[in-house]
């Protein structure tokens, strides 16, 4: 968990955000990851938690819903992960991701 909060304090920098958000680590059934923009509460897939490179995108990822005020994944979106993450990282990480979903949960679109 220390780790994680690192990895959130740092992509927080990143983004030059400072609001205070909060951790929780669950079992998800169908997402990777969610953020309520209103309690600012950070839900991480417990199967992916482990992991530093999942948990560094997905913050990312959830933090880029925040910053952008939008659920979707617009052009817009994937601009700003792709200025900070490099674009062909992005989309080997979510690769990466939703073929681990498949093999835990059978999930195919663990993003939408
Ligand atoms: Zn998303």
Known sequence: MEKVK???EATK??????????IRIKRLKTKAASISFGTRVIRLNKELANDPEFVTYLIYHELAHYKL???FHSYKFYKLLNSKLGEEKVK???????????????ISRPFD
Do not use: G, Q, V, W
């Open 92 to 106: 080997a990480i979510e690769r990466k991701i939703t073929r681990k979903m498949s093999e835990i949960n059978h």
């Open 13 to 22: 920098m990143d983004f030059e955000m400072h609001d205070n958000f909060k």
């Open 6 to 8: 690192a990895i959130l």
């Open 69 to 71: 005020h939008t659920r």
